[in-house]
């Protein structure tokens, strides 16, 4: 699942460390999070949340693994993955 991630169509976005974004996030592609996203964050594959990264917002995804913070409730489809670092609040 993670170690290679099922991209539909071939997709993969990264929101790196010291990036923040603001607004909703949707993609058909895997999406990896090492900044900050406020706003909802969905997407039909894989969602990576990064020890660095911080949500707020709900987020939907079809597969997760998170070891940062999400404020906000988490829709995950199929398998979550949670480190020791994950907050959810």
Known sequence: MFGHRE???GQET???????VEGDFVS?????????VIGNVKTDADLEV????RIEANISAKNARIAGEIKGNADIHERL????SARII
């Open 7 to 9: 991209n539909q169509g």
């Open 14 to 20: 990264i929101i790196a460390q010291g990036v923040r």
């Open 28 to 36: 058909q592609g895997s999406i990896s999070i090492q900044g900050e």
């Open 50 to 53: 990064g020890q660095t990264a």
């Open 81 to 84: 993955d949670l480190s020791a």
